[in-house]
């Protein structure tokens, strides 16, 4: 018999996924420059000429035994070495190689990291909104997500309901800082004070709770955001992180694991994941590739893009009236919608060819989220759009 736990999710494939799938098949009906597509997060800007000059260089003068035969499990040495010396000094932080374990993405560190502080039937706190993966991600480990509701006013930590919802079989907190989809970096304030309710949870309780923090948008902050580095709060603190969008590489799935090494079993638990290697099939992220990213550590790919679209929708959405809380990084915006049902509302918009995500699949209802890593032209072009369809499904409302 086969698996029924995987053959019962073919029946909740990701929204995200079919709204893409839908505007990709839309655009070959009337052409993709006259489908306002908002639906999936992919990087729009290229990666950086340094990374494609490292890599050549690397196929042409490196032996290609040692450029494309496997990594040791753990990630190559060097690129362990260069990861911690890149976030020590940036980040002022003590991070040696044996702290570091190289990922297949982000996705791949999460997986890992889940399965390191986590034994089957222990819980996982997430807040709301959330990216909606986490719920297999974290499930599909053996252990459970609980979804902490969001704070609506800002979308930072709601911690009334954190308190309302922590217990003794919570073994790990999941933070995704700056946030899909909301666009909102958790403060220092906000992080700080999380930091201190876990300290006095873990005295409370006599166990350890790790902060684990998901971190592919870590480099895309804006103007007079206040985004700090997670682990300089907080001991038993995990940093899982992707170069997908800072060196705008999704295709290439590298990232890695960061254990914080003041925490309990640091030495430990880089060494866990490579087993748990053995046991999820993640191991060994491309070779060639570690070595290139070793190579631009301190580069992203000109991100700027993404704040001049995020200004020009967020004035433009709050022209129309909507409620918007202003991203403080990331691609994405998530404003209410004008309507109770937001799948409802995201259908309407389809008939005017603006693809935008429904908020239900993140946590919150009545929302939606727009990522807007796309050309800016066509950022602006969409906005007479968006106003038409505000006038026509919703007279009376300001546009």
Do not use: W
């Amino acid at each position: 018999m086969i698996n029924t736990t995987y053959k019962k999710m073919l029946q909740g494939k990701s929204i995200i996924r079919e709204l893409s799938e839908y505007a990709t098949a839309r655009g070959q009906e009337i052409g993709y420059d006259h489908v306002f597509d908002y639906s999936l997060g992919n990087p729009s800007v290229p990666c950086p000429q340094d990374y494609t000059d490292g890599m050549i260089e690397l196929l042409r003068e490196e032996d290609p035994v040692a450029v494309h035969g496997y990594s040791p499990s753990l990630g190559i040495e060097s690129v362990r070495r260069a990861v911690a010396e890149s976030l020590n000094s940036r980040f002022a932080m003590d991070y040696e190689a044996k702290h570091i374990f190289m990922a297949s993405g982000a996705a791949g560190a999460l997986a890992h990291a889940f399965r390191c502080v986590t034994s089957p039937g222990d819980e996982i706190l997430t807040f709301a909104p959330y990216f909606p993966e986490y719920g297999p991600y974290v499930n599909l480990s053996g252990a459970v997500l609980k979804v902490v509701p969001a704070d609506m006013e800002n979308f930072q930590i709601n911690f009334q309901a954190l308190e309302q919802m922590m217990s003794e079989k919570v073994m790990a907190v999941l933070i995704n800082t700056p946030n899909n989809p909301s666009g909102v970096a958790y403060s220092t304030e906000t992080i700080h004070k999380l930091a201190d309710f876990l300290e006095g949870k873990q005295r409370e309780y006599g166990h350890d709770i790790f902060l684990i923090s998901d971190e592919p948008y870590r480099e895309i902050i804006f103007e007079g955001a206040d985004s700090p580095y997670v682990s300089k709060f907080y001991d038993n603190s995990i940093s899982c992180y992707s170069f997908s969008k800072s060196l705008s590489l999704p295709g290439e799935r590298i990232g890695y694991v960061a254990v914080n090494p003041r925490c309990r079993d640091a030495e430990a638990l880089a060494v866990m994941c490579g087993q748990i290697s053995r046991g999820i099939g993640h191991n060994c992220p491309p070779s060639s590739v570690q070595l290139a990213v070793a190579k631009v550590l301190g580069q992203t790919s000109d991100l700027s893009v993404y704040e001049t679209n995020m200004n020009l929708l967020y004035d433009a959405l709050t022209g129309m009236g909507f409620q918007v809380v202003k991203p403080g990084g990331t691609f994405y915006i998530f404003p209410r919608a004008l309507e109770e049902d937001a799948g409802a509302f995201c259908m309407k918009a389809k008939k005017y060819d603006l693809i935008l995500v429904p908020s239900d699949n993140f946590g919150v209802p009545g929302h939606f989220r727009m990522a807007y890593c796309i050309d800016t032209e066509k950022v602006k072009r969409s906005i007479p759009v968006l106003e038409k369809f505000v006038r026509e499904e919703y007279p009376g409302r300001r546009s």
